[in-house]
Each structure stands twice: as structure tokens, then as C-alpha cells.
């Protein structure tokens, strides 16, 4: 988790939200590093997960990740939570719960519902307190940022 935060402090200083993932095979060797590439690719599917799982299906040959865990510094949306499921990913450890999007037990707990074909097992709050500042640190500077840029020039 160390190295996934200061990945997403990288990630964080290119203008993306500081987020990184990591998908570890059962020997604990990297299958595929993913950081936030929204802005940058102009990609709305740039998740740090699912970047993740497409550079390890393209190392395995496979999109079947049942021995695997998944390593984020945030934890995932709906959209990345359903696509951890759909890749049958075997467990999925988080740093920082997302009270407003958070779909493996924060808003929504897409992997305990009566619909998810597969069950992966989710653990929260690994090196969270670290986590949770870096993300309202960078949210805090963009806010400011923005309120910058909207002020008319000094006369």
C-alpha cells in the first residue's frame, strides 16, 4: 500500500485523482498497475482499477482472475466493483472508504448482492487515515485551484 500511495501522489500532481491499483496473482507478484487516466486520456473508463485489470488480462492471455487480489488506494465505484466481480478478481483490499461512491460496502455492497454471480471477498481501511488525507488534500488544492481561476483579474 506504500507504493500505491505514492504512485497516487504522482498520479495526484498530474491533475488525475490521486488513486492507484494493483492486481497481485496468489504469489503476491504484480499482474497489472493501474492509476486514475481520466483526464489524461479523456477517458471516462480510466479508473486506476480497471486500467489495472486490463494490463493484467493482457499479461495473462486471460480476464479471469479468481486466485487474485486487488490493491486500491480508494474503494471502488460501482462501475469498478462491477467489473472486479465480472472479472471473478478473488478479493480486493482498499485503503480509504468512499462515503459517496464506495460499491464494496461504503454506499452500496455490489459484492454481497443477491445479483453478483461471484463473491469476492473486500477489506477497508488498510493505511486509510493516509489514504483519506492525500485524497482530501488534492480535492482541497483543486477546489482552491478552481476558485483562482474564477476570480475576475485585480483592476
Known sequence: MDRLLRRA?????????????????SRGRALGWGSNRREQG??????????ALRQAAAAR?????????????????PMCAGALIQARVGAVVFAAPDPKRGAL?????????????HRLRATGGVREEEARLQLEGWFRRR???????QQPPAP
Do not use: K, Y
Open 105 to 117: 460496502g461504503g454506499v452500496l455492497d455490489l459484492a454481497s448482492d443477491p445479483s453478483a454471480h
Open 42 to 51: 479523456s477517458d471516462p473508463l480510466g479508473h486506476a482499477e480497471l486500467v
Open 61 to 77: 492471455g486471460d480476464w479471469r482472475f479468481n486466485d487474485c487480489t486487488l490493491l486500491v488506494t480508494l474503494e471502488p465505484c
Open 9 to 25: 501522489e504522482r498520479v495526484g500532481q498530474d491533475g488525475e485523482i490521486p488513486v492507484a491499483a494493483v492486481l497481485l496473482d
Open 143 to 149: 477546489r482552491e485551484e478552481l476558485r483562482r481561476r
